[in-house]
């Protein structure tokens, strides 16, 4: 009797175990259910090839030995600054050019940025901070990229240097901390690989779609399609203005930052 008992009590936690396993379904919205089905309208199609299509076809795109896709606009190659401007007035950016093709952040000469304006778009930049450690917190090899003249992904040597997160390395500044730290050693070149999608405005310049941004730092996602919440502030709450196609950016931080980039190129999207 008792044997039997206890094969009723295995029995019901067996059960109970194989309930909790379960999957939930996802679900979504009936918004978002009348998206995905708008375009599968009509008769069930009854062959494979009703559902194959054969135009557009893709355009072909290569890279060069530097991985740089043949339809990138090169914006710094390591020759020269012919790209950029300084964001002030406009007049020839000062940074310094080094033998390795990588320039360096000239301190106190200001942000430079392109003489091009984009929209939504790929970019491509590798940078780094200087191997001999200056400064800490927020003053350590600290610039960034601010795409559109306004939202910032953060530079920062956060190695044994901690700030408040949502200005750390990869932060969307003061807006979104990132998934994961995932910096080489202080001194070793980095890369951001962004997909931005620029904003849309009303003719009343009310946003229709806030900008998004997708950041992969040394190939790891640490910004996953984040929803922009404005241009970035250092003090007070993010805020959309209506603009259209802008430059980017590279920040000047005024502290003897150092911070140095190479191999920077943009993908219109």
């Not at 175990?17 to 009348?34: A, V």
């Not at 790929?122 to 400064?135: C, D, G, R, T, Y």
């Amino acid at each position: 009797m008792k044997y039997g008992i206890l094969v009723l009590i295995g029995l019901f936690i067996l059960s109970s175990c194989q309930e909790n396993t379960k999957t939930t379904p996802q679900t979504i919205d009936d918004s978002e259910t009348k998206a995905v089905t708008k375009k599968y309208q009509g008769e069930e199609p009854t062959t494979p090839e009703a559902t194959e299509v054969y135009e557009p076809v893709p355009p072909k795109v290569t890279q060069d030995d530097n991985g740089v896709p043949s339809d990138a606009i090169v914006l710094f190659d390591g020759t020269d600054l012919s790209e950029w401007i300084n964001a002030a007035d406009s007049t020839a950016a000062q940074w310094h050019i080094n033998d390795d093709a990588s320039m360096t952040v000239k301190d106190k000469s200001g942000f430079i940025q392109t003489k091009r304006n984009f929209g939504s778009m790929q970019l491509h930049l590798e940078w780094k901070s200087p191997a001999e450690i200056i400064n800490e917190g927020q003053a350590r090899a600290n610039s960034g990229v601010f795409i559109q003249q306004r939202y910032e992904v953060q530079i920062l040597d956060n190695n044994g240097n901690p700030t408040y997160t949502n200005g750390q390395v990869g932060a969307i500044y003061k807006q979104s901390i990132p998934l994961a730290m995932a910096s080489v050693p202080t001194g070793k070149w980095n890369t951001y690989d962004i997909i931005f999608h620029a904003p849309q405005f009303g003719k009343s310049g009310k946003v229709l779609q806030p900008a998004n941004i997708t950041v992969l730092h040394n190939g790891v996602l640490i910004q996953d399609h984040f929803e922009i919440e404005g241009a970035i502030k250092y003090i007070g709450w993010p805020k959309y203005e209506i603009h259209g196609k802008a430059p980017i950016q590279l920040q000047d931080h005024r502290d003897n930052s150092r911070v140095s980039f190479r191999n920077i190129w943009v993908r219109e999207l």
